[in-house]
């Protein structure tokens, strides 16, 4: 497939080597050189410096013969004018980073096939992570009947040392699977002779209403939290506090900047708005925080997020959450003091690369420690997984099958679960399978 990225950010870049290392053929124009040449010096595509909302450089990078023009630039406007502009080109579909409600809602007509923003996504996630404190991730699929739950297992977690084909074997009461595990950096999907360690993130699929049992599984100190505090004025952490007061939280925002607390304490009237430094561990020691508060660290800086969180762990908080943009930095930090994060980059990604995939995708999920992605892909009537069991699938090695959704119920396979046609399977997928995975589902 051929892609045209427009805008090198933290978004494009991503996309652009994400990719490019699959094989697509991917061109990325950036108007900031500077920007650019970095980016061409770290991927195999090509860099085309230049505005990505021209004509002449739209056709220069070929888009009248492109598949799909990504445009995730920093404006919305010129994101929308690119789209318009590469579709009278020629370009097959367009997808625009759109972030102003009032831009939304005048886009009939501009030629912009699907839109996203990174930021309302993860104010829901992030949402989503306070109402289940403890854990690392939680993803919804299959219409919010199936969850993926993960966490970082401690010493003592009843799946600590012990291989997971025998874990199954036992009656639980209840479906569970092991997607995967990454350790030290390290991806493994998970197998029956797969054998967990305390440190490791796990991730396990369920049935959403189990999810309180699955922390319990993974050995996850689950506290009701009675308050969130949210650190820092962005765009992100406004609509996160606005999503958490309609939930029935009490609110605290912190910020240093005087004028953008006074914007936050006039919008968000039921909030406690307090201008500080929001790394300063007295501000917190004046809140009297303890194990039912939540820290959602969502300032423009990732220092100041992992710094906010471990003086807030240090402190007592029982949930702590980061915002980051160099996924490194959190990856690496995982269960020190931060329990969970969030990635305007990695939510836009997974909701780009749905369009990216072939077959019927409905959902895509990337993930902040590893390359692998989780798909919720539809059977199609002539695939040859149609009644097939699933231990019979034959599936790759660095794949595995966590949820089914089949006519609105939804269930954890067994090994002998069958597929049958319509079926949305949840699979777990490194980068090297999922082409195998397509064709597996796909047709013949």
């Known amino acids: 497939m051929r892609i045209v990225i427009v805008g090198a950010g933290a978004v494009g870049s991503y996309l652009a080597e994400r990719l490019s290392a699959e094989g697509q053929d991917v061109v990325v124009i950036e108007d900031d050189e500077e920007l650019a040449a970095d980016l061409q010096d770290r991927i195999d595509a090509l860099v085309i ?25 920093n404006s919305d406007g010129a994101n929308v004018l690119a789209c318009h502009v590469a579709a009278e080109l020629g370009v097959k579909r367009t997808v625009a980073r ?20 990174p930021g309302e996504a993860a104010s829901h996630e992030l949402l989503a992570l306070v109402r289940q404190s403890g854990v690392s991730e939680l993803v919804e699929f299959g219409g919010g009947k199936l969850a993926l739950v993960g966490a970082t297992v401690p010493p003592g977690a009843p799946l600590v040392g012990r291989n997971l084909g025998t874990l199954r074997r036992i009656d639980w009461g209840w479906e569970w699977v092991v997607t ?39 050995g996850v100190s689950h506290h009701t939290v009675r308050r969130v505090i949210i650190l820092g004025s962005t765009r992100l952490a406004d609509l996160t506090a606005g999503l958490c007061i309609d939930a029935g939280f009490d609110v605290v925002i912190v910020d240093q900047d005087p004028g953008r607390c006074r914007k936050l304490a006039a919008k968000h009237g039921r909030a406690l708005v307090i201008c500080d430094d929001p790394t300063n561990p007295k501000t917190l020691e004046g809140l009297e925080v303890d194990d039912r508060d939540s820290l959602l660290a969502l300032t423009g800086w990732d220092e100041v997020n992992i710094l906010a969180c471990l003086v807030a762990k240090a402190l007592g908080v029982s949930t702590t959450v980061s915002r980051f943009n160099r996924i490194e930095y959190v990856s690496l930090l995982g269960g020190v003091g931060i329990d969970a994060a969030v990635s305007s980059r990695l939510i836009a990604a997974g909701a780009i690369l749905r369009f990216v995939r072939r077959g019927r995708i409905h959902s895509v999920v990337t993930f902040r420690d590893t390359d692998a992605e989780a798909i919720e892909i539809e059977v199609e009537a002539q695939s040859k997984a149609v009644g097939v069991t699933v231990v019979e ?8 099958i966590g949820g089914v959704l089949r006519n609105g119920d939804t269930f954890v396979p067994t090994g002998a679960s069958k597929i049958e046609t319509g079926d949305r399977v949840i699979v777990f997928s490194m980068p090297n399978c999922i082409a195998a995975v397509e064709e597996l589902f796909g047709r013949e």
């Open 49 to 73: 410096p230049g505005n990505g909302a021209s004509p002449s450089v739209l056709e220069q990078a070929g888009v009248q013969k492109s598949d799909l023009l990504i445009a995730v630039s």
């Open 98 to 117: 759109v972030e102003d409600p009032d831009m939304r809602e005048a886009l009939a007509g501009l030629e912009v096939d699907f839109v996203i923003d």
């Open 180 to 218: 995967a595990i990454v350790r030290h950096g390290t991806t493994i999907v998970a197998h029956g002779d797969t054998v967990i360690e305390p440190g490791d993130h796990v991730l396990l699929m369920v049935a959403s209403d189990d999810v309180d049992r699955s922390t319990d599984l993974l």
């Open 393 to 400: 699938l034959g599936m790759p090695r660095g794949a595995v």
